[in-house]
């Protein structure tokens, strides 16, 4: 997201629903995949997955972001919607993990959605804040470098394949 141009709900969910695609294709491999429901997709869960063993289930949110290859940075939503102060998915997400996909450097970040809470203080201080106009609304988060990210990332796959 480029904090210089407005964001187009409709161009970035086309973006996520491509970015879910491939998700699912590449994550399918490993674990058996079952899509949230409407409610359950409220509370900021896309998918929950289960090993091929059946030995552990976990809630899982995907984000694809395709200006952060071009920054070098992850966006943590911090705020949804300023108008009504709606607090960003950093704070409300009821998954276990964060799948952030960055399809211009292939690169997939599996991060406990707890570790992002944990940083969030200090990225607060320490990491820029940026505001993208919306229609009629604005959302803010916090430009947090790549290499930040993956310090706390439990996974890091190279998809080695940029489809979006």
């Known amino acids: 997201m480029d904090d210089h141009h407005s964001y187009s709900f409709n161009g970035q969910l086309q973006s996520g629903e491509q970015g879910e695609v491939f998700l699912d294709e590449y994550f399918a491999r490993w674990f058996i995949l079952e899509p949230a429901s409407p409610a359950e997709q409220r509370q900021g869960i896309d998918r929950f997955f289960t090993t091929r063993n059946r030995k552990r289930r976990f809630a899982v949110e995907y984000k694809t972001d395709n200006v952060a290859a071009r920054t070098g940075n992850a966006f943590i939503e911090t705020i949804s919607v300023d108008v009504i102060n709606k607090p960003g998915w950093a704070y409300t997400s009821q998954a276990?993990?964060?799948?952030?996909?960055?399809?211009?450097?292939?690169?997939?970040?599996?991060?406990?959605?707890?570790?992002?809470?944990?940083?969030?203080?200090?990225?607060?201080?320490?990491?820029?804040?940026?505001?993208?106009?919306?229609?009629?609304?604005?959302?803010?988060?916090?430009?947090?470098?790549?290499?930040?990210?993956?310090?706390?990332?439990?996974?890091v796959f190279m998809t080695n394949s940029s489809p979006v």
């Open 96 to 155: 276990e993990y964060l799948l952030y996909y960055v399809p211009g450097k292939a690169v997939v970040y599996m991060m406990p959605m707890a570790a992002i809470r944990r940083c969030l203080a200090l990225w607060l201080e320490h990491f820029p804040h940026r505001q993208i106009p919306n229609n009629g609304y604005n959302s803010y988060g916090l430009l947090v470098p790549l290499g930040e990210f993956e310090r706390y990332a439990e996974g």
